[in-house]
């Protein structure tokens, strides 16, 4: 069955960095695009990043461009989430997300929280 573990979050400072990874099994993962999204409490889910198959198409949120970076190793069928330069406003679950045909599948998610 296919499944999607999220990794890697955690309590930073702001400024700080943390990587996320998402570890994936149960599909042909170099086949698929993968995404981060994210959800503060009290707001919608909302998508960070994403990217393609064979990491030619990659798209960013506008509040992260330029401080995110998304990419994959299809040898490890592991998509990562690298965030540099954290807000308090980037605190939220964040959850990797693939689409296979028709069905979404999600991961369980993991929290980040930036605070001093």
């Known amino acids: 069955q296919v499944q999607l573990v999220e990794s890697g979050g955690g309590l930073v400072q702001p400024g700080g960095s943390l990587r996320l990874s998402c570890a994936a099994s149960g599909f042909t993962f170099s086949s698929y695009r993968m995404s981060w999204y994210r959800q503060a409490p009290g707001k919608e889910r909302e998508l960070v990043a994403s990217?393609?198959?064979?990491?030619?198409?990659?798209n960013y949120a506008d509040s992260v461009k330029g401080r995110f970076s998304i990419s994959r190793d299809n040898a490890k069928n592991t998509v990562y989430l690298q965030m540099n330069s954290l807000k308090p406003e980037d605190t939220a679950v964040y959850y990797c997300k693939t689409d296979l045909t028709t069905t979404q599948y999600w991961g369980q998610g993991t929290q980040v929280t930036v605070s001093s």
């Open positions: 990217i393609g198959a064979i990491s030619g198409s990659i």
